[in-house]
């Protein structure tokens, strides 16, 4: 992902019936301050004993930066994701939707808004079984959180208690990792708190690689994996769900249990693409590492002086994405749409090519440069050819923050792109006039088609996609809620519409980077074999202990997860 903020517009499309499981009207809610069954102080005292003091009250981004010297938090830090990353009860981007108890930055009112109660800190396992127990037990709303980076919302939730695990930071790497008596070679285990950039230096160091986003504080062992994980290497190794070999996960029992091929299969194909946040606390997970190798990330920047213009140029992309099939070069096409500052539309490319030089890359890249420079209103802005370590390229030292934003996501098939180019040109044009500011692609092929045979809970439209594009939709502090409404179902109402000229009627999304509104996330989200999900989620987790938003089991819940519906 790669959006960052002014505003855009996006809706829902409301078609499905309420996926209603044999539920007696009988709503049953989590137990929230005031309610009789709400742990009493000595509870929570015995709680925070039994983490070793570990529990904490959760405040907002902005009451933490009151509470700074000063007062405040500079616009430095409001945006820094590694500096939100401090506070148990910071979302990066998150939108506080919980009127009338926003808590905006400088205001002189603050509430809680929709983040959580306590936190605990974990340190280890233990730490995570024994909160798990006890929300179990007194029937809270539970939520986790490894960086906070949804963009869902689903690592918060009004009136809960959070599990962070921000503190788990193990990283150990092995020549030979062992599910049961195959070794299935060399591989890195990460605790759940564990940021991709922290990775990226180690992998640089121990001369490997490996298969996490193209961001600083993403955490791959956290959302990231469950969801699939896509990466600037997935055309050549395939998507991190394919790559990871194990999970160590705390469920609802509490129990920790071992997740592989061989041990708890079903829950290993869960854990594989089938949500984030549905089946228990990672405390870490293994990936396959390879080794490391150079690449040349070439960087080209177009300007285009009109929405037409950059439709066509969209055109001129899409029928050259396939020339960088052959390298398995993985590439993210970002659309900028112009500002009262830039009068003129951005289209930046950013392409990793593995084992190249700086001159075999631009000519790698030049049928589309020379075709998309002989457009009319078009002009180059940037051009810029860098041979790295393939760690060095896709280091970024820390991620933006502060966006109040939705995004909306589609899958768009291999053969739309090759059959339709001109279709491609269009819809970018149509999304740009419906006042989108950014359109984001990147080529996920390669090896993830090749994965196709792997059975996991990834979604069967990520083998035959050819781009992931992902739309968006900003605020600011002061726009007002009837307008942040209209915001956040726009996607629905008014650029998914568009998109399904390239993805179909009932085309996939991603969810990790995705409308949290999408009324048939069941299938939008995770495809032909839902039910099948939700059976495993009945035997590991068959209290709904963790419910998220548009995740398996969610129908069965408000949109807080705090009341049964
Ligand atoms: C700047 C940026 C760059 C991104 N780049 C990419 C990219 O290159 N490729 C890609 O595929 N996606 C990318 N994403 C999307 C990313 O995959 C999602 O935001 C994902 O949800 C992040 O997971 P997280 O654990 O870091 O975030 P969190 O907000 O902490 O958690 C996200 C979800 O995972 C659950 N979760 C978190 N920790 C745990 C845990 N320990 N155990 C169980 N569940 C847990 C939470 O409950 C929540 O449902 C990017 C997002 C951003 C903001
Ligand atoms: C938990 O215990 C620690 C250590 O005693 C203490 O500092 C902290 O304030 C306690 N947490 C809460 C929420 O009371
Ligand atoms: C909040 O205060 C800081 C520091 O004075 C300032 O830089 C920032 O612009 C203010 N932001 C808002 C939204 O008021
Ligand atoms: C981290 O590693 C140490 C040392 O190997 C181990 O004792 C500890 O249990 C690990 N913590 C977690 C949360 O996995
Ligand atoms: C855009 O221009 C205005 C007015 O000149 C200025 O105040 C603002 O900071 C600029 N914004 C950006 C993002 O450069
Ligand atoms: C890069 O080239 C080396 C040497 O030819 C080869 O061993 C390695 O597999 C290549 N790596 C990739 C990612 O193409
Ligand atoms: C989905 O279910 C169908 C029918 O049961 C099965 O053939 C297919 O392999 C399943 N796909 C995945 C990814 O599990």
Redesign the pocket.
Known sequence: ??LSSTPVLLLICTLYAHFSLAHEKHRTCRNVPGNAGYPKAAAWKKLNVTIGGRLVQAVPTAKYCASLPGGTCTDAQWTSALFRSINPGSM??GYDLKPPSLCLRNATTCGQGNVPIFSVEAQSAADIQATVRFAGYNNLRL?????????LG??TAPYSLLIR?AGLQNISMTDGFFVGTQNTGPAVTIG?GVHTQTLYQVMKANGKSVVV???AT??P????V??????ALSPLFGL?ADNVLEFH?VVASGELLQVNSISHPDLFYALRGGG??S????VSATFRTFPAFDETLGVIEIAASSNAAMGALATVHAQHIFDLEPVRAGQYFYVFAATPNVTSLTLQLLTHIPNTTAAQAAALLAPFRNAALALPDVSLLAEEYTVQNVNDALFLAD??AGNNMVVGSRLIPVSVLRDSPDTVGRVYEQLLNAGALECNLNDPTGQVAANANIRSAVHPAWRTAKTHLLTGSFWTDQTPLAEIDVLRKKFQTTQLPIMEQLSGKHGAA?S??ADVNEPHFQTTFFGPNYTKLTGIKAKYDPHDLFI?AA?VGSERWDEWGLCTV
């Not at 089946?279 to 990672?282: A, E, H, L, M, R």
């Open positions: 992902m790669r990066i981007d939520v986790v959180k490894s960086s906070g980076h949804d963009v689903r690592s695990t759940s986003p193209t961001a993403v955490c062992a956290g959302g990231y469950q969801g699939a994980g896509h990466s991190a996960i984030a946040g089946w228990g606390v990672i991620d933006g991603y990790n980077e998220v995740g």
